[in-house]
């Protein structure tokens, strides 16, 4: 928690810093690949540089945290904490490298409020940077020593790469050496990195689509303007090896036997079908709802599995919303008003940010309490920042 020293400095200057936060990250990030520009090569994604969703997800999380110590005192945002955990550890963050943030960011700090700022207002903000540094540290430690393995990168045969729906492909892997392979639990992601043609390496994140355990297959949508989906769909044929990290992210299957809503829109479907997967295979007898909106049928990546998926199930049940109706779809995008919500359901969500905030709203004006919703962002998670 804050210590009395600093709360009431970081109550008064809370609005300030969090109004000048956004134009603080693109200055710290300057400074920080200045001086570390290896930091872009195999860390760092360069397209969210460029279009500003890295420096956004950083302003938001801290001005999150911030927000909360003064808010909540005594308690820590833990959500917001775990779920930065998790991408940081998919990319491999350690403990050195939040030195290396903290002097290039209040650096940055500096600079900027440059005119109002003070020994005691430095010193605060210090505090809430290394509050919130130490607890990501022991969370990360956490998330590393419980993987099967000690190792950031693994190599994985491409095993098989085909179709999924117009413009995705699924890639299934199978071990390329004989480290021990940890089992992913539903609706986790790994992080895959390639090598550009410019020789830079480049690392996304992509939801396990199939089966959890000890496979791995993801299902990527190409992106023409992207620089990792273009060499995934172009270059990187079966046989070759490619290097993945150990599976992450907590928006995972809530053991219990309460309904489960699923809703997604586009490539968004990849950790819904997970979970409904793992369902299948388990033969629950919990109610699911899957809900999924897409442009048209051709698009829908995953289309055969959940459908597949969704008839193993006697508790379940598929509506879908295309922009170019079938027959037995709904027509336009995906609304919970039009959809009677089981009780006590829980909700887990992916697709583009304006969807989820969307359908988050509705869900929670249906009764379905936040606390059981649960959404995964693909890339910076900027919704903190909106």
Not at 6 to 35: C, D, N, Q, W
Not at 162 to 191: K, N, R
Not at 200 to 217: H, I, K, M, P
Request: charge should be negative; include cysteine; proline fraction near 6%.
């Amino acid at each position: 928690m804050l210590s009395d020293k600093s709360f009431p400095v970081i109550e008064a200057t809370l609005p300030l810093v969090g109004s000048r936060i956004g134009e603080i990250t693109p200055k710290f990030y300057s400074r920080l690949f200045a001086a570390h520009p290896e930091l872009l090569d195999g860390l760092f994604s360069r397209s969210n540089q460029r279009n500003g969703n890295q420096q956004q997800a950083l302003a938001g999380s801290i001005a999150a945290f911030a927000s909360h110590l003064v808010t909540n005192p005594g308690t820590l945002p833990e959500t917001v904490l775990s779920r930065i955990a998790h991408r940081h550890a998919s990319l491999g963050i350690t403990e050195p490298q939040y030195q290396v943030v903290y002097e290039h960011l209040f650096a940055a700090i500096a600079d900027d409020l440059a005119l109002v700022i003070t020994p005691e207002i430095a010193e605060a903000w210090t505090e809430v940077y290394w509050l919130m540094a130490d607890a990501l540290i022991k969370l990360e430690k956490g998330l590393y020593a419980a993987q099967a393995n000690g190792k950031m990168w693994t190599p994985w045969k491409v095993a098989a790469k085909a179709p999924a729906g117009v413009g995705s492909m699924t890639f299934t892997l199978e071990p390329a050496d004989d480290t021990p392979v940890t089992a992913a639990l539903p609706g986790q992601y790994v992080s895959v990195k390639v090598t550009l043609p410019d020789g830079l390496r480049q690392v996304r994140q992509y939801s396990l689509s199939g089966d959890a355990g000890t496979s791995r297959s993801f299902t990527t949508k190409l992106d023409d303007g992207g620089e990792v989906s273009p060499v995934l769909h172009n270059n990187i044929q079966v046989g070759d090896v490619i290097e993945i990290s150990n599976p992450y992210g907590e928006i995972t299957l809530k053991e219990g036997d309460g309904p489960v809503v699923l809703a997604s829109a586009g490539i968004g479907c990849t950790p819904t079908a997970s979970i409904l997967r793992s369902l299948a295979e388990s033969g629950s007898d919990r109610q699911v709802l899957v809900l999924h909106a897409e442009s048209n049928l051709d698009s829908w990546a995953l289309r055969s599995q959940m459908t597949d998926d969704v008839e193993r199930l006697d508790g379940a049940d598929l509506q879908l919303w295309l922009e170019q109706p079938e027959a037995g779809s709904k027509t336009g995008f995906m609304s919970l008003r039009e959809v009677d919500l089981p009780a006590n359901a829980s909700l887990y969500l992916c697709g583009p940010l304006p969807f989820m905030k969307n359908i988050r709203n509705e869900a929670i004006n249906a009764g379905i309490p936040a606390t059981k919703i649960h959404y995964e962002v693909f890339g910076p998670d900027i919704w903190l920042a909106s």
